[in-house]
């Protein structure tokens, strides 16, 4: 039988559902008392069709084709081959707040041995394009009765974005971009003798991974790959097991806009309450068993950004690597982990311990070490809590803390380094202690104040808050508490024919080669006397520098602080002075120059009147 052009569709509707370019059917031996059917080889050129799953869940091509008249005997059937080219599939989803259309391209399908017998099973080879953007492969074994399915799977470059709809069903994330790769073998069968529903084993990647709040758009979570290596999962509930998981250059949001108002609000959708008036006992749900055998990070970043305090706190964690070994949702096993980087550019710190994931409350210990912390990065919250800015200074610190069965126990060692204050400034709600004279009763002859914190609390309390004990403890330490500043020498360039710092063009603060040669004379002063630190203050002007900086296209790092969050004019020029401070700070560490002996003070504005230039002044101390 050959057929052309041949198209079906429902008795009542406009539109046809299949249309098959070309249809042959060869070797046909029919027997109609037993209705045993056998069809050597059935092709079918550029088929083309489309189904709609409707409001009432119903697919109408389904629905179209089910028969109206149960048969008494069904027909037994074996077709030897199916072949298509070329083919069509398209389908229209209606249960979303908008239809959605989905559809493969390029079918190309060989079905051998098909049929409904018991126990039998039949081959398949299936490829196609996604027209959302990938490649599919699928090649294995489906049988019916029992049903089963036995396949190895190939998705290339699939665009994840495509699931975008669903996932505003019942969240608020935002999937803006994402390419999936999978490649592995999976099988499906009814639980039969204990064996799983579900099966796969292989590996998984995704690149170009970017997420966002659907409704602020503000970004949450970027990277550029996540790889997964030998994944297992069977059964139902899922038991997963991961080789190794990791991670390229992820990047973390974290935006304040409001208080108790983040780009993490609404990502979640809320269960409808109940209408039940008795009070339920909270059903106590079993953790996802889940094991990672190694989680390593590669190049990550978070950003930390609070709009509910003035001025706007900024805080970027930057070269983060980590590893961690163990990782088990289900277990009582330690986890062991490992996480370093550094604060503001600047800073490096590391984070190490272990913690039974399941149970973090009865044992978990770490260990954090920070060095070379630049103090003027949290004025926004001295401002807040004392009314107080900071000069400049230095920040080391070693935290150590120790979970067991509930009860924390923290040894906080603090040496705040050249600490100087600022000018007070008015904050509503902010205490009224003596600031000055707290730093100059501590501060040694060495210009250092050493503090140690120790914190206990009760995990289990109800009103457990560690920020609340960190910031009691820092209170009481001060409170024991005439400023002493120390010994400012000279500004760095001797000839008074030259300017006393490093001038910027407006708007900007990349370096210019008069500057490096500049900077490369403070290197060696610097290097003559290793008693000599550093103080860069980032310096911007309300006059000079607005309207060029609103003309100039935005690097990666400002364009995700102004964009994303909109700041205003103030705010985008401290944080320009702070990126012309950190220019400088990056190229004379880069010269040899230990990060301990530079310190970068809080911006400041400029009261230079000059239109050509902006400079930010650097001060030599011992």
Do not use: C
């Not at 179209?64 to 037994?76: G, I, T, W």
């Not at 706007?312 to 490992?338: C, H, V």
């Not at 070490?369 to 919250?381: M, Q």
């Not at 009760?458 to 330490?477: E, I, M």
């Amino acid at each position: 039988i050959n057929i052309h052009k041949l198209s079906l569709g429902p008795v009542k509707g406009a539109r046809d559902k299949i249309k098959i370019t070309d249809l042959n059917i060869s070797e046909i031996h029919f027997n109609l008392s037993d209705k045993d059917l056998e069809i050597g080889s059935i092709k079918l050129k550029g088929p083309a069709i489309h189904a709609t799953f409707s409001e009432n869940r119903k697919i109408d091509l389904l629905e179209m084709l089910k028969p109206k008249k149960p048969s008494e005997k069904p027909l037994v059937f074996l077709l030897k081959e199916i072949v298509i080219n070329q083919g069509t599939l398209g389908v229209t989803h209606h249960l979303l707040a908008k239809p959605e259309n989905h559809t493969l391209e390029d079918i190309e399908l060989k079905l051998k041995n098909v049929t409904l017998k018991k126990d039998h099973s039949f081959m398949y080879d299936l490829s196609s394009r996604l027209k959302s953007g990938g490649d599919l492969s699928l090649k294995g074994q489906i049988g019916i009765s029992p049903l089963f399915v036995s396949s190895e799977i190939s998705l290339d470059q699939i665009n994840m974005t495509a699931v975008q709809p669903y996932l505003e069903m019942k969240t608020g994330i935002g999937l803006r971009k994402g390419a999936l790769d999978v490649s592995g073998q999976f099988e499906f069968q009814p639980k039969q003798n204990g064996k799983p529903l579900f099966s796969f084993q292989g590996d998984l990647g995704v690149s170009d991974l970017k997420i966002a709040n659907q409704k602020t758009k503000q970004p949450i979570f970027n990277s550029s790959s996540i790889g997964i290596k030998n994944l297992s999962t069977q059964g139902m509930p899922l038991k997963t097991r991961l080789q190794e998981l990791k991670i390229a250059k992820p990047q973390l949001f974290y935006h304040v806009s409001k208080p108790k108002q983040s780009n993490f609000s609404g990502l979640i959708a809320s269960s409808d309450a109940s209408t039940d008036t008795k009070k339920q006992e909270p059903k106590k749900k079993k953790p996802l068993d889940l094991h990672v055998e190694h989680l390593n990070l590669q190049e990550g970043a978070v950003q930390i950004f609070n709009k509910t305090l003035k001025p706007y706190f900024f805080l970027k964690l930057t070269d983060l690597r980590g590893d961690i070994k163990q990782l088990s949702m289900a277990s009582k096993k330690r986890t062991p982990f490992s996480i370093r980087g550094k604060l503001s550019h600047q800073a490096p710190f590391k984070i190490k311990g272990h913690s039974t994931i399941s149970e973090f409350k009865k044992d978990t210990k770490i260990k954090i070490s920070i060095k070379d912390f630049n103090l003027p990065t949290i004025n926004p919250y001295a401002i807040k809590l004392f009314g107080q800015t900071i000069d400049w200074g230095k920040l080391k610190a070693d935290l150590q803390y120790k979970i067991s069965d509930n009860d924390l126990n923290g040894k906080n060692k603090l040496v705040l380094d050249q600490l100087e204050l600022g000018p007070k400034v008015e904050s509503e709600g902010a205490k009224e202690l003596p600031m000055g004279f707290a730093v100059g009763l501590f501060k040694d002859s060495e210009g250092k104040i050493e503090v140690e914190l120790p914190i206990k609390g009760d995990l289990n309390k109800p009103d457990f808050k560690y920020g609340g004990l960190v910031a009691n403890a820092v209170l009481n330490a001060i409170s024991k508490a005439l400023t002493s500043p120390f010994r400012l020498i000279a500004n760095l360039v001797s000839s008074s024919e030259e300017p006393k710092g490093i001038s910027f063009k407006p708007g900007d603060h990349s370096l210019t080669p008069k500057n490096m040669r500049q900077m490369n004379r403070i290197v060696k002063k610097l290097k003559e006397k290793n008693e000599l630190k550093l103080i860069i203050e980032g310096i911007y002007s309300k006059k000079t520098d607005y309207k060029p900086l609103l003309s100039k296209k935005p690097d990666k790092i400002s364009s995700l602080f102004t964009e994303a969050n909109k700041l205003d004019k103030e705010n985008r020029l401290r944080f320009l002075g702070r990126q012309r401070a950190a220019t400088v700070y990056d190229f004379i560490s880069s010269k040899g120059i230990a990060s301990s002996r530079l310190y970068i003070s809080q911006e400041g504005a400029s009261k230079a009147k000059s239109s050509e230039f902006v400079e930010s002044r650097l001060t030599l101390f011992e």
